[in-house]
């Protein structure tokens, strides 16, 4: 359940990590986590562990959450795009870092409760669609930011399109669940930079919107 001390304890684990950034570390303190998964796991919502949503998906670990979400290096006025809503407590964390979040999902079920939970908690500046990321989101581009929250075996180049000069990109990638890569994509003078940065598992970015389960 929310008990403050279950919140604390995630924070002090977090930095003991190495999450240092206070705007990061203060925006996941406030994003309710347990309203984010699923009834049965109330009790483990503030553990620092990834669990199961529905249509077969996993909301993040929390670390992981925090480690990409100080990868980006948002500014406050910027606009931010997120392909895999899922639960939608990843787009809640960017809500409170920057101007506007704009987040993409492939499963009808899932984007219903995500988009009911951010609408009840009072988070006015995300925008939800229903559509495969893997074609961006063109209407709203360019982005100052771009977080990809499944894998690919490949960065969709519509992406990076669709990011500014200067914007950031971070993307889990690789070829299997058991070998995927967290990268870092800097757009600089028309060039891309990539860095990779930590082994990731994250469920596979899939083409197409989902069938109605
Ligand atoms: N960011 C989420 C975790 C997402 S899990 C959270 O905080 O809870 C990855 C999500 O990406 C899943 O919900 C999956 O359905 C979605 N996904 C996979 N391929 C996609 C695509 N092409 N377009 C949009 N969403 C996609």
Request: charged letters at 25%.
């Given at each position: 359940m929310d008990d403050p001390s279950d919140r604390i304890q995630l924070i002090m684990t977090l930095r003991r990590q190495g999450i240092v950034d206070a705007r990061v570390l203060s925006a996941i303190e406030k994003v309710p986590r347990e309203v984010f998964v699923q009834a049965e796991d109330q009790l483990k919502a503030w553990d620092?562990?990834?669990l199961p949503i529905d249509c077969g998906q996993t909301i993040s670990q929390p670390y992981i959450v925090a480690f990409m979400t100080c990868a980006l290096e948002i500014g406050e006025r910027e606009r931010m795009l997120e392909i895999g809503t899922g639960s939608g407590y990843q787009a809640a964390v960017l809500s409170h870092l920057c101007r506007r979040v704009y987040t993409m999902e492939r499963h009808p079920a899932l984007m219903r409760q995500a988009q009911k939970r951010l609408h009840d908690?009072?988070?006015d500046n995300v925008t939800t669609l229903l559509a495969d990321g893997t074609n961006g989101w063109p209407e709203q581009a360019p982005f100052d930011k771009i977080i990809v929250t499944a894998a690919a075996d490949s960065i969709p180049q519509v992406l990076i399109d669709q990011l500014r000069e200067g914007g950031i990109l971070v993307a889990p990638i690789g070829e299997s669940r058991d070998n995927q890569t967290l990268v870092r994509v800097r757009?600089?003078?028309?060039?891309?930079e990539q860095e990779d940065l930590l082994p990731v598992r994250f469920v596979p970015l899939l083409k197409g919107v989902a069938r109605e389960t």
């Open positions: 620092d562990n990834a908690l009072g988070y757009k600089l003078g028309g060039r891309v």
